[in-house]
């Protein structure tokens, strides 16, 4: 027979184990999702949401209602039916034009509207165009209705259309307002460059171990001003894009003939016109409104902008096109010098690297440089040799620091212009101890060259004390006197 | 009754287990060996102090940081924890690891039980009285060594030299009262001059012997540089320099014509691997410095080298075969390690404010304007500067890339024959020999005194100096009448070996304050990164009694180097309490 206690410490606990299991029931039901709208997928809310239903049987329509149930989490911002009412009838009966339409307004991760953010975000959207999130605004639409989950994202009503612009490059080949000229050139930089990314290979060149490519899959067609200067379909960029009147253009490359000297119109046409184009786009978020007198290009060139020639601008989804009655840059403000470090050549008439001494030096001043002496190479002449690119026709001034630190007597040694033996410059007297920039003299490129070599020459004998060759820089700058 | 046998069996049985207890937890163990097994004959001794030098092992790296990043050339980065940049900055708090005197007193306390052991062999004769005499010194100049640099950054300190069971007991102030750096530095000479043995172990015999490629005599403390130490820290100039021409003249009888001429004596050899030259393979051109052989390789090179061991005089090796592992690699390397400090911009400036001699011959051109010694001591990996010295055996000097990642051998570089030349000449100098001072780290002994250009029979050199300032460097030439080659010909003088112009005393100033500031910026341009530099700036504020030659460099440190708070480290330098760290176990 138990007694009362031992019924008591064993019910106790039995009893503690029932309130436990009763609480757990409340416990549970504090972590289970209650809110319905967290069962449902992003698709089920929009068609449920009264507001955005044509907005949803559009999706459908498109397709896109698979990526919209599927288990990544999206953002979608969804045009209300007014909004939606104000569609060109045929887009929505063109399926590639409606799935287009369809994705400018989903994209990827969850991002939520805070009306008191300040920062704002350029999200890309399913069909890569980019839209600015900002605040209770996005890109041009104000949202409506903010921050509604689903289960697989976050979705938002907005007011109006989201504009598909067209990208800069689209705008330019495609809109009819674009002057005939510049865009014809811009079209016309089309070319084929290897790439073998999808190149299929047919075998190996026996001779030179190298793969051998299927004809026509080893490149692309590409435009080089996409290459060299901007890639102007590229969604994720901003671009200002000059694009110059006919007249405006003639007249701007034309001045640029001078300095493309060759042997026909042609190459001086084409060479001047690409001069020309390189610098008239700039990277950065411009509008008619807020554009500067000046912007930058690429290649550090300033580009002269005047409110009063700008004549159009249109709106690109990653960029400004400006059509201007004129872009007056400057060839000074073009064509820079070259600054040739004497100890950087490029090749030397012998090898004396037994007789190169590369330099540590210090100027008076306690500026620290380095600079190349060949001293006793015996060779009548020697020279070293280093090259430029891009010479335009026109003249230049040249000058070096040669500093003769060893010695208490003179030598001579000169700059020779295309050629080791040139005379256009004269043999320079190089006294001791002298850390100064010395001119040289002035010469003539009479035709526009893509290489050029230029010499450092020792004197015409052998004797080590007169013919050594030293020097720190090489400075030669285009004079427009 | 059942129960009551029960009861009994098992009260039986445990008797049993008790009583057998005693026998079973005798049993020795196998890898280790128990107190009695230890100090039976000299090769237990040996043991004993091959254990005290790895113990000290174990220091190395707080050696360096303590003694160099607290000075003026090395600087923590960006990956370094708090309590390094502490030693930095001189903010140093009293939990900070790196201040902790403990591992010092772990060592001194190993040091005190071997001596003491050593008495007790002695008395049973187990060792004979000179095996005891020759281990006796060396394990005391070691201690002696550890107080110094107690000395050095704690100021004042607890002396013991009893066999204590804990290191813990080292807090009893009653037992052991702090002494001033100045009375420990009384005791620890009275101790160290007292030892009645101060040479080498004898070599050929345990321990002095070659182990794995490396000959060991090496590692052990050369116990003349500590008594010249000692001496120099009290202001003892000429004992102090007696000390160290006796270290100077170690291969004075070497039957090696070669080795009595250079070793410890900084002699040109006309061989790369022994020279130690900053050298150019085509004078004035910047490109041709030599890298594989000359300056840089001493600090590669094999411990059983002639290089090596005639420019070394204690150094300790740390090999990947065997431990303790080799901390410099994680101060020192972005590749591998954690790169901790790295050369100050301090560094670099004096280095660079340095001119080399010009080129002899034809063009003569005047010298590069820097001291080649820093580009082979700091090198760019990566855009970040890296002190290299203890990298070479780790990193490829040529590709900067680790020769085996797994294998990262150094050495412990503590004392070198430049070290012991500038402190030499710092005592030469306080004692009033400026010429001599001048001429060994500049062009050396010849250099300052140089020979008539015809009749020699009359030059002497230094030889009417007394003892310890007596060298006889003389040099007939190969047209001298007569001929001859003085045991010290070939001393070429520091600045020499790194291809500089010899340091300029200006006109009108104070002859001993301007050499031994020369002395000391050379030690630092020379010996960078060897753990004494602190030590090097401290003995000279002290003995000027003033602070501003420790505090203004560490304030350019601090302040090139764009770490906040350079201010208040001078203000806390410019008075003597600020000099030293919290003792705190």
Redesign the interface.
């Known amino acids: 027979m138990m007694s009362y206690k031992t019924i008591a410490y064993t019910l106790l606990p039995l009893l503690c184990c029932a309130v436990l299991l009763q609480s757990c029931k409340k416990w549970e039901d504090s972590i289970t999702v209650n809110d319905p709208a967290l069962k449902q997928t992003l698709m089920e809310r929009i068609a449920a949401e009264p507001s955005t239903s044509k907005f949803a049987e559009l999706v459908k329509k498109s397709g896109l209602d698979t990526v919209l149930t599927s288990s990544k989490v999206y953002t979608v911002f969804a045009p209300d039916n007014d909004a939606v009412a104000k569609l060109d009838a045929g887009v929505a009966n063109d399926p590639a034009k409606l799935k287009q339409f369809v994705s400018n307004y989903i994209t990827l991760q969850a991002w939520n509207s805070k009306a008191e953010d300040t920062a704002s975000t350029y999200l890309q959207m399913l069909n890569g165009k980019y839209h600015l999130l900002h605040a209770a605004v996005m890109g041009n639409a104000a949202i409506t209705s903010a921050n509604k989950p689903a289960k697989n994202g976050v979705y938002h009503v907005i007011s109006s259309l989201l504009p598909v612009a067209d990208n800069c490059w689209e705008t330019i080949a495609g809109n009819s307002s674009i002057p005939a000229e510049q865009k014809a050139y811009m079209l016309s930089l089309f070319r084929n460059v290897f790439d073998p990314t999808n190149a299929v290979q047919i075998g190996v060149d026996p001779n030179t171990g190298k793969p051998i490519y299927k004809p026509g899959t080893d490149s692309i067609n590409t435009n080089l001003f996409w290459q060299r200067v901007y890639d102007l379909r590229d969604e994720s960029k901003r671009f200002a894009v000059f694009i110059l009147e006919d007249a405006a253009w003639q007249a701007a490359t034309q001045s640029y003939y001078p300095y493309f000297v060759t042997g026909g119109m042609d190459t001086t046409a084409s060479l001047a016109k690409w001069e020309v184009l390189k610098d008239l786009a700039a990277e950065g978020v411009y509008t008619a409104d807020n554009i500067p007198d000046t912007v930058l290009s690429k290649f550090k060139v300033k580009i002269p902008v005047e409110g009063a020639q700008i004549k159009k601008t249109i709106a690109a989804s990653n960029g400004t096109i400006f059509i201007m009655g004129k872009v007056d840059i400057s060839p000074k403000n073009k064509f820079k010098q070259w600054y040739i470090e004497a100890e950087n050549y490029s090749f030397a008439s012998n090898n004396k690297t037994?007789n190169?001494?590369?330099?540590?030096?210090?100027t008076p001043a306690g500026v620290?440089f380095?600079d190349v002496?060949v001293?006793?190479h015996g060779i009548s002449g020697f020279n070293l040799g280093y090259r430029i690119t891009n010479v335009p026709s026109m003249k230049y001034k040249a000058y070096w620091v040669a500093v003769n630190?060893?010695?208490t007597t003179n030598f001579t040694q000169k700059l020779g212009i295309d050629s080791a033996t040139s005379t256009v410059l004269p043999y320079i007297t190089v006294t001791p101890n002298n850390y100064s920039e010395v001119y040289l003299g002035e010469f003539t490129v009479d035709r526009y060259k893509a290489a050029m070599s230029i010499f450092l020459t020792a004197a015409a004998n052998t004797t080590?004390?007169t013919n050594?060759v030293v020097c720190d820089y090489i400075r030669i700058e285009p004079s427009f006197n | 009754m059942k129960k009551l046998t029960i009861l009994f069996l098992s009260a039986a049985a445990f008797c049993t287990v008790l009583s057998s207890c005693k026998k079973m937890l005798d049993v020795m163990p196998g890898d280790e060996l128990d107190q009695s097994q230890m100090y039976r004959n000299v090769y237990d001794a040996d043991a004993a102090v091959i254990g005290i030098y790895g113990k000290f092992q174990g220091l190395a790296e707080r050696y360096v940081l303590l003694n160099e990043l607290r000075a003026d050339m090395l600087n923590y980065t960006d990956h370094a924890d708090e309590y390094l940049r502490q030693l930095s900055n001189h903010t140093v708090t009293a939990d900070n690891p790196y201040a902790s005197p403990r591992p010092f007193y772990e060592v001194i306390l190993n040091c005190n039980d071997v001596l003491k052991n050593f008495d007790v062999m002695l008395k049973d004769k187990k060792m004979k009285e000179s095996e005891y005499a020759v281990r006796y010194a060396d394990i005391t100049c070691l201690r002696s060594f550890l107080y110094l640099q107690l000395g050095i950054h704690y100021g004042e300190i607890p002396y013991v030299t009893g066999a204590l069971e804990s290191v813990e007991e080292v807090k009893d102030a009653k037992r052991f009262p702090k002494l001033s750096f100045d009375a420990l530095l009384d005791t620890l000479i009275r101790t160290t001059e007292a030892l009645t043995y101060k040479d080498e172990y004898p070599a050929g015999a345990s321990p002095n012997i070659t182990v794995d490629g490396y000959p060991t005599g090496k590692w052990f403390i050369n116990k003349k540089v500590l008594l010249g130490d000692l001496n120099l820290w009290k202001g003892n100039y000429v004992q102090a320099a007696t000390w160290y021409r006796q270290v100077m003249e170690t291969a004075a009888n070497n039957s090696n014509d070669a080795t009595m001429l250079t070793m410890y004596k900084v002699g040109w050899d006309s061989n790369g691997d022994v020279d130690h030259y900053i050298s150019y393979s085509?004078g004035?051109?910047?490109?041709s410095l030599v890298w594989n052989t000359q300056w840089r390789i001493m600090y590669e090179q094999a411990a059983n080298t002639k290089g090596y061991e005639r420019e070394w005089v204690w150094a300790i090796p740390f090999d990947s075969r065997f431990k303790p592992e080799n901390p410099f690699v994680k101060l020192f390397s972005p590749i591998g390690g954690q790169y901790l400090v790295k050369p100050s911009q301090e560094a670099f400036d004096n280095w660079n404010s340095q001119q080399q001699l010009p080129?002899s011959s034809?063009?003569?051109?005047?010298g590069?304007?820097?001291d080649a010694r820093g580009i082979l001591t700091c090198q760019n990996i990566n855009g970040q500067p890296v002190v290299m010295k203890y990298l070479y055996n780790y990193l490829n000097w040529s590709t900067m890339l680790p020769v085996d990642v797994l294998k990262r051998t150094s050495t412990w570089f503590l004392f070198k024959q430049t070290h012991l030349h500038m402190r030499f000449a710092e005592a030469a100098n306080r004692a009033g020999k400026h010429l001599l001072a001048w001429g060994l780290f500049n062009n050396g002994i010849a250099g300052a005194y140089p020979a008539p250009t015809s009749d020699v029979t009359n030059y002497h050199n230094t030889l009417f100096e007394p003892y310890p300032f007596n060298f006889d460097a003389r040099n007939s030439g190969n047209s001298g009448i007569p001929y001859y080659r003085a045991p010290w010909y070939r001393n070429i003088g520091i600045r020499r070996r790194a291809n500089l112009q010899n340091y300029a005393v200006a006109a009108g100033a104070d002859s001993t304050l301007s050499i031994e500031n020369g002395l000391i910026n050379e030690t630092a341009l020379e010996d960078a990164y060897e753990g004494t530099r602190w030590p090097d700036l401290l003995r000279i504020a002290l003995r000027r009694n003033d602070p501003s030659f420790l505090a203004d460099k560490i304030y350019r440190k601090l302040k090139k180097d764009n770490v906040p708070g350079a201010e208040a480290a001078r203000a806390k330098l410019m008075d003597k309490s600020g000099w030293y760290l919290p003792f705190k176990f």
Do not use: C
């Open positions: 037994g190169t001494y590369f330099r540590d030096r210090l620290p380095k002496l001293y006793n630190d060893w010695m080590a004390t050594p | 085509r004035g051109d910047a490109t080129n034809a063009p003569a051109m005047p590069l304007p820097y």
